[in-house]
């Protein structure tokens, strides 16, 4: 017997979904690799972009082919705008061009490591939302900072692991903690920097309901077989959650037996 | 009388006047999935055969691509 009963308590903006895992559709070193990952990873949703592109170039068809195959939800991103007009004015892009009112939005503070600027930020969640746009905020880890978009009506956050791209895994535990432990009845999904199944598995363990990553699959040896195991972990990481972890002891305790133990005699 | 406008950041001239509608045709998007902005402003597709386009627009059509 099963003592894990399937979920089905994962919602967003309320649409439900089985699987806690958001993975991105860039960097593959093909579009049959992407397709693939995909479909091993068992995910429901799909992050994309829009970018200029000559007419003649049809690279983007084959990925946006597989992408439409694949029947997940789309979660199309502003990634690389600066300013609150470019996220705002990209956001309305791809609502017409996705037909979805769903966006990740990311507004970089900084060149060097990509963090979001919580100022900027705020302001377009603020401004996407009076324009009916359902906003999925790709932040920091700060409390303040996720308090003020709840404040302006995000119904999800999306905390940072690490700047995006560097696979470093959770370097702010504490502030993961302390947001889980302050923003209870939100959705709260790891987004970027994670490198390793093992940190997918130790953010649910957290509680947190949900991981998005994509270099850590797309630039794995074996993209597919990667996805299958972050979704893997992603799944353990949340039963554990789930199961109540044990609090940790300073001091040993032995776990077999003391009564009865051969070889001892009364001194 | 012919227009100077950036289309993607790359030079383009046009007939004055021109719908974006048309130059999207000359420009060869015809069937293509895209969106447009011009001068940082949202354009719906369903203005495309009104917007007539003016001498310096700045014009940015974009595509699906894969994102994370």
């Known amino acids: ?267 | 009388m012919t227009i100077e406008l950036s289309v993607n950041n790359e030079k383009k001239s046009l007939a004055a006047n021109t719908l974006l509608s048309d130059a999207l045709q000359q420009w060869d998007y015809g069937d293509s999935k895209i969106a447009v902005a011009i001068n940082g402003e949202f354009v719906p597709r369903s203005t495309y055969n009104e917007r007539a386009l003016c001498n310096g627009d700045q014009i940015d059509i974009v595509k699906p691509v894969g994102g994370g």
């Open chain 1, 1 to 267: 017997m099963s003592y894990h009963k399937p979920e089905k308590d994962f919602t967003l903006y309320g649409e439900t979904f089985s699987s806690r895992f958001l993975l991105g559709t860039a960097l593959y070193a093909s579009p049959q690799l992407m397709r693939d990952s995909i479909i091993q990873s068992r995910c429901e949703i799909v992050t994309l972009g829009l970018r200029r592109q000559n007419p003649a170039n049809r690279d983007g068809d084959a990925i946006w082919q597989y992408i439409q195959e694949s029947g997940c939800r789309l979660l199309p991103n502003t990634a690389g705008c600066k300013s609150v007009k470019e996220a705002v004015t990209l956001a309305e892009m791809s609502r017409e061009i996705f037909n979805t009112d769903w966006i990740k939005l990311e507004v970089v503070g900084d060149d060097y490591n990509l963090q979001p600027d919580p100022f900027g930020l705020v302001e377009a969640s603020e401004m996407l939302i009076k324009k009916g746009f359902k906003v999925l905020p790709y932040c920091t880890d700060d409390l303040i900072l996720c308090k003020r978009l709840l404040d302006v009506g995000c119904e999800v956050l999306m905390p940072w692991g690490a700047p995006i791209g560097t696979g470093q895994g959770l370097l702010n535990r504490y502030s993961l903690r302390t947001l889980r432990e302050r923003i209870k009845d939100v959705p709260m999904i790891i987004d970027a920097g994670l490198g390793a199944p093992s940190q997918a598995a130790e953010a649910m363990e957290m509680g947190f309901d949900g991981i998005l990553l994509n270099t850590a699959v797309a630039k794995a040896h074996n993209p597919p077989m990667m996805a299958e195991a972050f979704g893997d972990a992603i799944d353990a990481g949340r039963k554990a959650y789930k199961a109540g972890l044990m609090q940790k002891r300073q001091t040993a305790s032995p776990s077999t037996p003391t009564i009865g133990q051969p070889f001892w005699h009364q001194q």
